[in-house]
């Protein structure tokens, strides 16, 4: 079951109680073996697989939510940050790693993950509930008088410059690494298909027609790199010379438009594709595994809680999230056309793709890469 931003009020005020109070029954009550567990623990340790690019955001406000819980409850909680890239925390949790959370960049990771757990292991769905933190949509990063000279608006003006002959350098993340370079590369493959994620089959992506698309546009890459972060410092520091558009994370332009305008005349922005665009909505999974217990659980739903309360998502768009409580107002000092995005977006939200087709398109991806780079 997926939780989506609409019911995100579900977890505000008098329900989250209900839900709270219910699982602290629970643990009253619960047997294991034939000792009934009465009382609470002392401790509490939960451990928060999650992707870097939250990195910042989560340490800034993770004591906080400790000191609270134990003011709260007269537990103590401690939450054991574990960053690592969202395809590498699913081989983490696939070779062994036992977290109590886990929060990829994108959703696009659920499915996949629970795919290759039931391949592996048999039984449920691992990761069966899920709630967005924050988000970012991908976009096509440019400097801005090559996009407006060219009025780019998605992967297809790409491909129509490079037919006609336009040179300009493309780039973004390897998507065997990076959760930014998958969702660019499900982006092209979608964009070539004319066809939206969530109804790609096989047969679409190995259609010759769109292969060719793909393999067009990455025959412009320049440079793929293993972080998404990365490409936005390279980009700046490099400048109009060493790249001229590039798939990243909206905050990514947040963080670096300004320096670049100072460094080189001119600043990025983003591109929102008018096909449509994945979010990166940064989905906080307690995962239905036999070693998260109710305490843990209870511990982790009071973060995401937290996590979900005002201040936090305030702090949150610091580093370039959009807020995914839809309570929490938009701040237009950060997001506004002078750090290179949009405040409000009018975009098409896609949604991922089976875990199949994701599957498929990773390893697709050695067809079309610019074998140069």
Same mark, same amino acid.
């Given at each position: 079951?997926?939780?989506?931003?609409?019911?995100?009020?579900?977890?505000?005020?008098?329900?989250?109680?209900?839900?709270?109070?219910?699982?602290?029954?629970?643990?009253?009550?619960?047997?294991?073996?034939?000792?009934?567990?009465?009382?609470?623990?002392?401790?509490?340790?939960?451990?928060?697989?999650?992707?870097? #690019?939250?990195?910042?955001?989560?340490?800034?406000?993770?004591?906080?939510?400790?000191?609270?819980?134990?003011?709260?409850?007269?537990?103590?909680?401690?939450?054991?940050?574990?960053?690592?890239?969202?395809?590498?925390?699913?081989?983490?949790?696939?070779?062994?790693?036992?977290?109590?959370?886990?929060?990829?960049?994108?959703?696009?990771?659920?499915?996949?993950?629970?795919?290759?757990?039931? %391949?592996?292991?048999?039984?449920?769905?691992?990761?069966?509930?899920?709630?967005?933190?924050?988000?970012?949509?991908?976009?096509?990063?440019?400097?801005?008088?090559?996009?407006?000279?060219?009025?780019?608006?998605?992967?297809?003006?790409?491909?129509?410059?490079?037919?006609?002959?336009?040179?300009?350098?493309?780039?973004?993340?390897?998507?065997?690494?990076?959760?930014?370079?998958?969702?660019?590369?499900?982006? %092209?493959?979608?964009?070539?298909?004319?066809?939206?994620?969530?109804?790609?089959?096989?047969?679409?992506?190995?259609? %010759?027609?769109?292969?060719?698309?793909?393999?067009?546009?990455?025959?412009?890459?320049?440079?793929?790199?293993?972080?998404?972060?990365?490409?936005?410092?390279?980009?700046?520091?490099?400048?109009?010379?060493?790249?001229?558009?590039?798939?990243?994370? #909206?905050?990514?332009?947040?963080?670096?438009?300004?320096?670049?305008?100072?460094?080189?005349?001119?600043?990025?922005?983003?591109?929102?594709?008018?096909?449509?665009?994945?979010?990166?909505?940064?989905?906080?999974?307690?995962?239905?595994?036999?070693?998260?217990? #109710?305490?843990?659980?209870?511990?982790?739903?009071?973060?995401?809680?937290?996590?979900?309360?005002?201040?936090?998502?305030?702090?949150?768009?610091?580093?370039?999230?959009?807020?995914?409580?839809?309570?929490?107002?938009?701040?237009?000092?950060?997001?506004?056309? #002078?750090?290179?995005?949009?405040? %409000?977006?009018?975009?098409?939200?896609?949604?991922?793709?089976?875990?199949?087709?994701?599957?498929?398109?990773?390893?697709?991806?050695?067809?079309?890469?610019?074998?140069?780079?």
């Amino acid at each position: 079951m997926r939780i989506r931003r609409g019911y995100l009020a579900f977890l505000t005020g008098f329900v989250i109680g209900v839900v709270v109070a219910s699982i602290i029954s629970s643990i009253y009550l619960r047997r294991t073996g034939s000792a009934t567990i009465f009382g609470k623990p002392d401790s509490i340790e939960i451990i928060f697989l999650y992707s870097s #690019e939250k990195q910042g955001w989560l340490e800034e406000v993770t004591p906080e939510f400790e000191k609270e819980f134990a003011t709260r409850f007269g537990i103590t909680v401690h939450v054991k940050l574990i960053p690592a890239g969202s395809h590498e925390s699913v081989d983490m949790i696939l070779r062994g790693f036992k977290p109590t959370i886990w929060s990829p960049a994108s959703s696009i990771w659920i499915p996949y993950l629970n795919k290759k757990w039931q %391949e592996e292991y048999g039984g449920k769905a691992i990761a069966r509930e899920w709630v967005p933190l924050v988000y970012s949509p991908i976009v096509i990063a440019g400097w801005k008088d090559f996009v407006e000279k060219y009025n780019i608006t998605g992967f297809l003006d790409m491909y129509n410059l490079i037919k006609n002959g336009v040179i300009f350098k493309w780039g973004h993340p390897d998507p065997r690494l990076s959760n930014g370079g998958t969702m660019i590369t499900i982006l %092209e493959f979608a964009e070539a298909a004319g066809k939206k994620p969530e109804d790609l089959t096989i047969d679409d992506i190995t259609n %010759e027609t769109v292969l060719h698309i793909v393999r067009t546009i990455e025959s412009a890459a320049v440079m793929y790199g293993k972080s998404t972060g990365f490409f936005g410092s390279w980009a700046v520091e490099s400048g109009p010379d060493a790249i001229t558009l590039f798939g990243v994370y #909206e905050n990514i332009v947040i963080e670096h438009s300004l320096d670049a305008k100072k460094k080189w005349g001119t600043s990025i922005i983003a591109i929102y594709p008018k096909f449509g665009t994945l979010y990166s909505d940064h989905p906080f999974v307690i995962l239905d595994a036999d070693w998260v217990n #109710e305490w843990q659980r209870f511990a982790a739903l009071q973060y995401l809680y937290f996590l979900l309360g005002e201040d936090a998502q305030m702090k949150a768009q610091k580093h370039g999230f959009r807020p995914a409580n839809p309570s929490v107002p938009i701040d237009e000092d950060i997001f506004n056309p #002078e750090n290179g995005v949009e405040k %409000e977006l009018r975009i098409r939200v896609l949604k991922p793709p089976s875990g199949e087709v994701l599957e498929a398109i990773l390893s697709l991806w050695e067809k079309v890469k610019n074998p140069g780079v």
